[in-house]
Nanobody, 121 residues
Framework: QVQLVESGGGLVQAGGSLRLSCVVS????????MGWYRRAPGKQRELVAT???????NYADSVKGRFTISRENTKKAVYLQMNSLKPEDTAVYYC???????????????WGQGTQVTVAS
């Protein structure tokens, strides 16, 4: 069993910053790509940022220059530093990871439960 647990969401004023964290736990052999997605009210879930094992990153155009994704492989964690937040960043943010299980060596994709980020204008 593999679990992803996010933390760090909350309410912030426009222009402010938040740092999201996600820790992966369970029967893990290895973790490949990790990422953050978000779902705003009335919209579909969208990619925010991804990061490979080697540290290569990819960002949605809407967050480039404001958000930074990073990971600590030894802690099985991924982070999202969000600066210069805008009201349109308001959404539930989900952690995502490709995890190879230690019990069956099968690569599966997992999601966290989500953490709410609200940016007040």
């Amino acid at each position: 069993q593999v679990q992803l647990v996010e933390s760090g969401g909350g309410l912030v004023q426009a222009g402010g910053s938040l740092r999201l964290s996600c820790v992966v736990s369970g029967s893990i052999f290895s973790i490949n790509a990790m990422g953050w997605y978000r779902r705003a009210p009335g919209k579909q879930r969208e990619l925010v940022a991804t990061i490979t094992v080697g540290g290569s990153t990819n960002y949605a155009d809407s967050v480039k220059g404001r958000f930074t994704i990073s990971r600590e492989n030894t802690k099985k964690a991924v982070y999202l530093q969000m600066n210069s937040l805008k009201p349109e960043d308001t959404a539930v943010y989900y952690c995502n990871a490709d995890v190879r299980g230690s019990l069956d060596n099968i690569l599966r994709n997992y999601w966290g439960q989500g953490t709410q980020v609200t940016v007040a204008s």
